[in-house]
């Protein structure tokens, strides 16, 4: 059985009805289009949508569903669960391109105009009316859900300089269209839906359900082609919160988002979104060990009873505090002078400024935002360090410190200093080759060192002593 296929159209020969019926378009709506678009891309073997990680046994076998069944489809999940990005990338399973009549706000089907202007041009031009091409994105909108949306902003109004034109009250082409009706033959999202006023919700049922909208007191009903998606907290998307039972009731499929299930989806994230940092030939290489700290601490900070969990722990958090680390990595390298900079412990002294203002820290005193952040912070880099570092290569290197050795660490540090160490301890050689991976340049094994001092402190083999810029590890 042959699978359907995006419509082969030579687009520059059908400039009017007349050639449009001869090159063999047919008109179909726009859930069934992107039905067949999905199922092309099911048995390709294809994404369903690009760039989106941790989602595939969960959330896109829902929304595969979803779009098979025709269903209009509402996301609820906490922020910085990649809801809009997923609804922005259902446009890609639109028709590249879809014939209109020319001049259309409404992106009307040649074969079977809607609005006022449409009708009037095929009755006057027949098959020669003319007709335009418009690309897959112009037949996607978005809005913003916020109190003051208007059903004028969403639907429509009348237009007063048309009627200060001299069209009538009641004339069909004296109407502004909003967006919905704007986006007809396509998809429209509204995000945050539960923040639109409850009057305007309800001139959305029309539109979910008949298919079609009313505007003003006009006898103007317009039969519209859209697939709606939205988005919510679900905090909110309950017969308590903010949103109305009907409109509720009209959405076909409800897909709950969720945060990264695995330290490892959230590092693949954070590499992906992450911006990389490469200033005057100086290059900033932040070490798999850090990179599976600052995933652990999201993590840690999700499950942690003094932090917001209603707010949520955005992936975003990850990310800015990636950057953030490889920031002071940077500036550390600058004032050293290094070429080449490799992210440390002691780099993540940056987190906090990045952390703040991303979370929500829930503590019966106050003052005790910065403690809770660095515990969480201390839990990862112990966390990550049980799981990096073999537990038998500990002993002996905490036998050499109990012999007297002193080590110290901190901004001001010079990567080959602190490299150093592991001269004075051979016990450090095989983690350090460990969570180097084999690099041995100076900045990478600094970097591996300084982890584990740091882990063996946490782990309380290692007293540590902190100065000013500079923190000194000796033995218990």
């Known amino acids: ?19 449009l019926r001869a090159c063999g378009w047919t008109s179909q709506p726009v859930k069934d289009e992107i039905r067949r678009n999905v199922i092309n891309r099911i048995v390709a073997g294809k994404p369903l949508v690009e760039g989106i990680s941790g989602y595939d046994d969960t959330v896109i076998p829902q929304l595969e569903n979803a779009l098979l069944a025709g269903h209009d489809v509402i996301f609820l999940g906490e922020r910085g669960q990649a809801k809009s990005r997923i609804i922005r990338s259902l446009s890609t399973l639109l028709d590249e391109w879809m014939p209109i009549v020319a001049g259309s706000e409404m992106n009307d089907d040649p074969y079977h105009p809607v609005s006022r202007h449409a009708r009037d041009l095929v009755a006057a031009h027949g098959d020669g009316t003319p007709i335009e091409w418009v690309p897959r994105d112009r037949r996607f909108a978005e809005k913003l859900a916020t109190p003051d949306t208007s059903i004028a902003d969403l639907i429509g109004e009348i237009d007063p300089i048309k009627v ?19 986006t007809n033959r396509g998809i429209f999202a509204i995000n ?8 305007i919700q309800v001139g959305l049922l029309n539109v979910l359900e008949e298919r079609d909208v009313q505007i003003r007191s006009s006898m103007v009903r317009l039969s519209l082609d859209v697939l709606l998606v939205a988005s919510a907290n679900p905090e909110d998307y309950t017969n308590r919160g903010r949103i109305i039972t009907p409109l509720k009731d009209r959405f076909g499929s409800q897909i709950r988002t969720h945060y990264p299930l695995d330290v ?11 911006k990389a940092l490469d200033i005057d030939g100086r290059s900033v290489a932040v070490p798999d060990h850090l990179v599976d700290v600052i995933a652990t601490f999201s993590h840690l900070a999700r499950a942690s009873s003094h932090v917001n969990q209603r707010s949520g722990v955005s992936v975003r958090l990850s990310v800015s505090n990636y950057e953030a680390l490889a920031a002071n990595a940077l500036r550390r390298g600058l004032r050293s002078g ?11 002294e940056a987190l906090p400024a990045s952390t703040s203002g991303k979370i929500e820290i ?7 935002d910065g403690a809770i952040v660095e515990n969480l912070l201390d839990g990862a880099v112990l966390t990550v360090f049980r799981e990096r570092v073999a537990p038998e290569t500990l002993v002996a290197i905490t036998a ?16 080959r200093e ?31 060192v300084g982890f584990v001092l740091e882990g063996l402190h946490l782990s309380k083999r290692l007293n540590k002593d902190t100065s000013g810029s500079r923190s000194t590890y000796r033995s218990r």
């Open 1 to 19: 059985m042959p699978l359907p296929s995006e419509p082969a159209v030579q687009l520059e020969r059908a400039s009017t009805l007349s050639e």
């Open 164 to 182: 200060a034109e001299g069209r009538y009250l009641s004339d069909e082409l004296a109407l502004h269209y909003g967006l919905v009706p704007r």
């Open 192 to 199: 945050e839906l539960p923040d639109l006023p409850e009057r």
């Open 264 to 274: 490892t989806n959230e590092v693949e994230i954070i590499l992906a979104e992450a």
């Open 338 to 348: 290094e070429d080449v900079v490799v992210a440390r412990v002691e780099d993540l």
């Open 362 to 368: 829930e503590s019966l005193e106050d003052g005790r």
């Open 400 to 415: 050499a410190f109990e012999e007297g050795i002193v080590a110290h660490t901190g901004q001001d540090i010079a990567s």
């Open 418 to 448: 602190l490299a150093g160490v592991v001269d004075e301890i051979e016990a450090l050689r095989a983690p350090v080759a460990e969570l180097t991976g084999g690099d041995e340049s100076p900045a990478a094994i600094a970097s591996a």
